[in-house]
């Protein structure tokens, strides 16, 4: 096994969103050459086959913690800041665009709900409101006429996920960052230090390093004494054609929904599923996501099925990303854990990541997402 040379500020481990994003941000504000590894194909995970979706917003039936919400809001702010700058650095159109989001209440619990959750999401500056049945009846929406109300959001974001990860890796790379196909199978260190990494064929030192391979991390645990509570979760997508125009606006309705892509395709979503590293489609899980979406989106019964699609997101076991410097390491990090919100939170994510791992310092409240929680 060979030592090598010429060793760069900082390597990470895992070619997805995060990785990039960490990267793009080091090279491009702290000037800092990264190395990332990948024992796969760029962004062949989450990070490549996820719906795209941006929004900060709450879950009707299982609202997310409060710093949750607020990461995902700081970071939908960066993503409308930086998309034209991305886009230029890089040379990839990922089709960052403005997609209005329905989230309807279909029975009185679910209005009160939803109710209260637009109060509270009004605190944290999202310009959402309640629409009532006369409102949305108006708006001639897919939703049935019975639909007691609904929250809506006119500005939230989408993009094309694989093409946004390839764009990171493009503006990463332009700042100094090299990809490269490795496996990571260990951390080195010294004392409390890291050193680098070990792969099948060689140490590479560095003496910063990143973790971030998703759900995979929960394989790290021995490496660094302590447990990482990250699983994957399933989700699988359908990709439908239909014979009329799309909508200018996408449906959400707990894990269900329909959401229309620039490129003129509808997916309808979605599973959560604790089947481990499984990835395949299924025809169970087809048949549940077309049986629960044409309840509130009836217009995709004559819909075409083109394809299915599959991906593990990383979810943590308290729902709350993963991200900063490792307890009982000097210079190890990690940025993992983000569940159903990946592309939404990535570009925070690899902004506050960089400023700690740069200047031992973040401009956000990084604490509820720090990895010492782990071992308290």
């Known amino acids: 096994m060979t030592t090598s040379s010429n060793a760069p500020d900082v390597i990470i481990a895992g070619g997805g969103v995060m990785g990039f994003a960490t990267a ?3 090279g491009s504000i702290h000037g800092m050459r990264c190395l990332v590894l990948e024992r796969d194909a760029v962004a062949s995970g989450a990070s490549g086959a996820a719906a795209g979706e941006l929004s900060a917003l709450n879950r009707t039936e299982h609202p997310y913690p409060a710093p949750f919400i607020s990461f995902g809001t700081e970071s ?12 230029e ?14 989230r309807p209440a279909f029975t009185e619990e679910e209005a009160i709900i939803s109710q209260q959750q637009v109060a509270v999401q009004q605190a944290e500056g999202l310009n959402i409101e309640w629409l009532d049945n006369t409102a949305l009846r108006a708006a001639r929406t897919w939703l049935p006429e019975d639909t007691l109300g609904a929250i809506y959001s006119p500005e939230d974001l989408q993009l094309e996920t ?6 990171l890796a493009q503006a990463a790379e332009r700042y100094g960052a090299t990809i490269r196909t490795a496996e990571v199978t260990g951390v080195q260190r010294s004392g409390q230090r890291v050193t680098g990494v070990t792969t099948a064929t060689e140490t590479l030192a560095s003496d910063r390093v990143v973790l971030a391979m998703g759900p995979w991390m929960q394989y790290c645990s021995d490496w660094l004494g302590f447990r990482i509570p990250v699983e ?3 989700g699988q997508i359908i990709h439908m054609r239909l014979p009329g125009p799309l909508p200018e606006y996408g449906i959400f309705h707990h894990t269900g929904y329909v959401f229309p892509k620039p490129s003129g395709i509808l ?5 959560e599923e604790h089947v481990g590293f499984e990835r395949q489609t299924t025809t169970e899980a087809r048949d549940a996501i077309l049986e629960a979406t ?10 075409a099925l083109i394809e299915m699609t599959a991906c593990l997101r990383p979810l943590s076991l308290d729902e709350l990303p993963i991200i900063g410097p490792t307890p009982g390491w000097d210079g190890l990090f990690l940025a993992t854990g983000h569940g159903r919100k990946g592309i939404l939170m990535s570009l925070a994510t690899g902004k506050y990541l ?6 031992g310092r973040a401009d956000y409240p990084m604490e509820p997402f720090s990895p010492a929680r782990l071992v308290k």
Do not use: C, N, W
């Open 24 to 26: 793009y941000f080091l």
């Open 76 to 87: 939908l702010k960066i993503h409308r800041e930086l998309g034209a700058q991305l886009v």
């Open 89 to 102: 650095e890089s040379g990839v159109d990922y089709q960052l665009t403005k997609t209005p989001i329905f």
């Open 162 to 167: 694989y093409p946004f990860a390839i764009a």
């Open 232 to 234: 994957p979760l399933r």
């Open 267 to 271: 997916y309808v979503g979605t599973t």
């Open 294 to 303: 044409v309840k509130f989106a009836p217009p995709i019964i004559d819909g």
């Open 354 to 359: 960089a400023q700690q791992i740069a200047e």
